[in-house]
């Protein structure tokens, strides 16, 4: 559990008289910013950028020369091609190393080329409304429960005034009872009801059974039971024996992006099939209960949410399916200390388990944005905007240290924006650093709004909303940007193949109409 990147903790602690006991006053303020990190450009991530482009090289060189062949074909008469025919007759030699290159060159091609990955759906867990926490039973519901003093109480308060949930988010069952019942069975049922809820309505828009099912990809930060999360769904809809299950635990909320990575690898290498993505989060075993204000952010921020993705890399998909995979572009910090314990699961003095949130949590998550936009720009921006930003980039490396770097215009290179609701700051910041328009970061907001932040399964509650409200159309491209625990920041970009209306049983399908709302500050 992650993401929750808005808010910094500052605690003074003043002695007292009598007893030891002791005064605390609690500072919230809005965390320091993320770095300028359009301003400050490494050229060894661009390099890498580059280098994935200059892969597909061998493509890029046979479009040019088949061009050319077929513009010279379609140029002869009937004359030149006899003569051709003749000449070919007595040059049996050559036309058998000719015939020999081009059989030998287009089975290289076909046998390395990437198999195309088609999302053919994918839908979003909706809990009852019985799960509701709207900000006054929260709050009540924290106070009875007897574990927060004072201190943590108000903490807690000003945490959600500005977090930028409304009251429509949900909280397991457990967290509703007094005293909470936070138990491994209370966990599974969680567990349950939102990977199950996602995947009934997920087979029921997409008339694929369970059967089909070739690969199956589960990602869960904190609830890692045995038998897996992936073991319950297989024994749940009776999937095949054979099926490559994968369970990934303890990643964060950029998860989900490293599960359709993992998936879109697998179906290069397993041919006509099917494979599920499920993303999700739980929360019941990992609410926090202690008064360490570092961890108790998480309680305020994240809610119950999940999502099952279905793709596929069968050619005859491509005309029922949504869209198609273009990227997905992967960053890892966790090299340096620094990153690797910014979001970390321990205990408290008391005992008491939770994950505790850096106060370099934002600088942290902005030099790993840094490294990941800048890969992936060589990738999807325009030719123009490349040569402009490569261009600069050099002379500021050979003749000008202190010229500004050319800053790229990611709006031309992406139509929709679908930024991790992990905290109202983070999504603040993104919009300044990448020069967004309200309507870009719109999805985000209002899905931190409805939902909370459900960690790696926030991306498509975004994406369903842009579907909600008729904007996704046939070639519109989109990018996912999600951080995870490690530290990680990973982007996955698809393309529509059609104008995209939302799915039946859509988690915005009630209140769609509502929205924008204004959030307020």
Known sequence: MDGAAGTQVNTVNGGGGGGGDETVGVQIQQSRRLPDFLQSVNLKYVKLGYHYLISHLLTLCLIPVMAVILIEVSQMNPDDIRQLWQHLKYNLVSVIICSAVLVFGSTVYIMTRPRP??????????????LKAPYERFMQ???LTGDFDESSLEFQRKILERSGLGD???????????PPQPSMEAAREEAEQVMFGALDKLFANTSVKPKKIGVLVVNCSLFNPTPSLSAMIVNKYKLRGNIRSFNLGGMGCSAGVIAVDLAKDMLQVHRNTYAVVVSTENITQNWYFGNKKSMLIPNCLFRVGGSAVLLSNKSVDRRRAKYKLVHVVRTHRGADDKAFRCVYQEQDDAGKTGVS???DLMAIAGGALKTNITTLGPLVLPISEQLLFFGTLIIKKIFNKHMKPYIPDFKLAFDHFCIHAGGRAVIDELEKNLQLTQVHVEASRMTLHRFGNTSSSSIWYELAYIEAKGRMRKGNKVWQIAFGSGFKCNSAVWQALRNVKPSSNDPW???????PVKVVS
């Open 117 to 130: 990955v088609y999302l053919v759906d994918y839908s979003c867990y909706k809990a009852p409304e019985h």
């Open 357 to 359: 949130l850096s106060k």
């Open 141 to 143: 519901h924290s106070r």
């Open 509 to 515: 399908g009630d209140c769609i109409d509502r929205y």
């Open 168 to 178: 429509d988010t949900y909280v397991p069952e457990a967290m509703h009872q007094l």
